[in-house]
């Protein structure tokens, strides 16, 4: 059930960005640090060696890698955590923060953004868990998929993005483990990179790592030596400590093409060394699945998740093929599974653009910018200007907007720019296989089929724009989103301020609106005509966020609502965002205060959504 919402909520905090200058000196900074870490990606790359995120080399080791700028700050990031106790929320900040910075790398057209954005989390000490431990880490359930390896780095959960094996040394860690022989490997990632793999879920013949071609055609060129990983599996079968292993996937429909699932915890019931397939010696590990852990995911990830159904005859519980009659461009089934008696998400029209009451005057359209084609140089684009000098949103994944903001500056009908064009992000079709289903205690609900990368639009909220004096006396309507793009720039009622460096025209300042400067003048009624977006849920803790979009005017008064993901979403969770409800805001007919239970089931529910 879609809720009247009151006020919107960033997912986090946001500080203002620094200055070009200030940019620049960092930038500079960065470069002098990370020399050493450019020319070990140059040789990959020399080597021909773009995919190079699942090889397993023998030469490079975790404690020369990634994390090495880490080891004596394990308690550093206790600040950049420090409002989260709930493990679970720790993980979602850290991948928000470093999908950012992977945003950010993409947008300054670096070379390897994932591991730049990765030496930004580092440098923000914000790698949850920077020292290696053996087992289950807090935060991360079997069954939890990473979207890119570097993700994995981010978190601390395997600390390298290119080795196979993960192992702490004797240095750093004899300490904490004085009755074990170093190295001890921590994880292992298989991706189907060598020949001589083996997998059969439960029980997998796991090869060493060391002499394998990394121009990607699987092929052994030299012995491998039990040194680094190769003897840290072996001892972890000398000492029987767990490893936990990590499934590599293709997957179309994620930005880095493929997905790891965290499949659990194994232990080295055997090794041995063998000639290989090409002739030379390579380390064989058996590892058997640990007892007692949730059922292995892996197959429902690879078989079931994303796999778009061929005909509505495979969609179970289907009660309505198409809710958008056509209108969207891509089919919305409606299935129910939950009800004895299904039924469909009937007594409301399905429109796909907004409708205007006759009392709501649209200012008229903005100049526009004079670029053609496509916008891309933002000194050059007026449009960019408006949104503090650069785009809002990087061309990758047909647009993704790099983060939350008072407001995003979109080109509208009178600028040069072609439809395609990367800053009309918002405005283009439908591009997710989207379904409404039956939900136990929450009525109608909505989730994708596909994989949603963080900072995709999912859809705009659609209904009839009014005046909210209008609605004010409406008792049985749930389905009203109230505009308060201008409450949120000015951080008014307790909501969020956002990364705000915009130049919002000057005839639009708060100064001018009529009334209670806390209520929102405009609000969208989706009650009986409006799109699908009126059937995504609330929850604490959302994996979409609200963000105000101008194209065709500039008054934040009347922005465009669009739902954007706050995370990396996996297919068929359900889509959720924040109603932003003030407790005791809302009363009845008889003047008294309205209480409605939450059922978002989130770690850290408020119990009431109003």
Not at 382 to 401: E, M, S
Not at 580 to 597: E, F, N, R
Request: charged share 30%.
């Amino acid at each position: 059930m879609a809720g009247r919402r009151k006020r919107a909520k960033s997912p986090e905090p946001k500080e203002r960005r620094s200055s070009s200058r200030v940019q620049e000196l960092r930038q500079k900074e960065r470069d002098e640090k990370e020399q050493l870490a450019r020319e070990r990606v140059k040789f990959l790359s020399d080597q021909g060696s773009e995919l190079c995120d699942d090889a397993k080399e023998d030469d490079v080791s975790p404690n020369e890698g990634t994390l090495t700028t880490m080891r004596n700050g394990e308690d550093k990031n206790l600040d950049f955590y420090a409002n989260e106790e709930d493990p679970h929320l720790k993980v979602r900040r850290n991948l928000r923060f470093f999908n950012t910075q992977y945003l950010l790398m993409v947008q300054a057209k670096l070379s390897r953004p994932d591991l730049k954005g990765i030496t930004e989390v580092m440098k923000a000490n914000a790698v949850l868990y920077p020292r290696k431990m053996i087992g289950d880490l807090p935060g991360i359930d079997v069954g939890h998929r990473f979207f890119s390896r570097a993700e994995m780095v981010a978190v601390g959960f395997h600390s390298h993005w290119l080795n196979g094996i993960d192992y702490m040394g004797a240095v750093e860690y004899q300490r904490d483990y004085a009755n074990y022989q170093f190295p001890l490997a921590v994880s292992i990632v298989m991706s189907g990179q060598y020949e001589d793999d083996l997998d059969n879920a439960d029980v997998v013949t796991y090869t060493g790592q060391g002499g394998h071609n990394l121009t990607g055609d699987k092929r052994q060129f030299k012995d491998q030596e039990l040194v680094r990983g190769n003897l840290g599996l072996k001892n972890c079968f000398e000492h029987e400590v767990p490893v936990r292993v990590i499934r590599g996937h293709d997957c179309k429909s994620s930005y880095s093409k493929r997905v790891y699932t965290y499949d659990g915890l194994y232990t080295v019931v055997k090794y041995w060394a063998e000639k290989g397939v090409s002739g030379f010696t390579v380390y064989k590990y058996q590892l058997k699945r640990k007892e007692g852990q949730p059922e292995l995911t892996t197959n429902q990830v690879n078989f079931m998740y994303g796999r778009i159904p061929k005909s509505t005859s495979e969609i179970q519980g289907l009660v309505c093929e198409d809710i958008s009659n056509g209108l969207e461009s891509k089919r919305i089934p409606a299935t129910n599974r939950v009800d004895e008696t299904p039924f469909s998400s009937s007594g409301f029209t399905y429109i796909n653009s907004l409708k205007i009451e006759p009392n709501v005057k649209i200012p008229k359209s903005s100049t526009g910018c004079n670029c053609r084609g496509n916008c891309t140089d933002p000194k050059k684009c007026a449009c960019a200007r408006l949104n503090g000098g650069n785009f809002p949103y990087v061309d990758l994944n047909d647009g993704r907007l790099i983060e939350p903001r008072d407001v995003v500056f979109e080109c509208g009908p009178n600028c040069g720019c072609g439809p395609e064009c990367v800053n009309r992000t918002s405005q283009k079709r439908l591009r997710f296989h989207l379904e409404v289903f039956r939900s136990p205690k929450k009525g109608w609900a909505v989730r994708s089929w596909d994989f949603i990368p963080a900072g995709s639009p999912v859809c705009e909220y659609i209904g009839v724009l009014r005046r909210t004096d209008d609605v004010d006396t409406l008792t049985d309507n749930d389905y009203i989103f109230e505009i308060d793009c201008q409450q949120t720039m000015q951080g008014l009622d307790g909501r969020q301020r956002r990364l705000g460096d915009v130049a919002v025209p000057t005839d639009n300042k708060a100064s001018e609106s009529n009334g209670d400067e806390n209520v929102p003048e405009f609000c969208i009624d989706a009650g009986s005509t409006g799109n699908f977006a009126r059937f995504i849920n609330h929850s604490c803790e959302p994996n979409l966020f609200v963000q105000c979009v101008l194209s065709s005017h500039q008054d934040i008064k009347l922005a465009r609502v669009v739902l954007f993901a706050a995370d990396n979403i996996p297919p068929l969770q359900e889509l959720t965002y924040d109603y932003g409800y003030t407790l005791d805001s809302v009363h009845g007919p008889d003047g008294k205060v309205k209480k409605l239970t939450c059922y978002c089931g989130a770690v850290n529910c408020r119990k009431r959504l109003y």
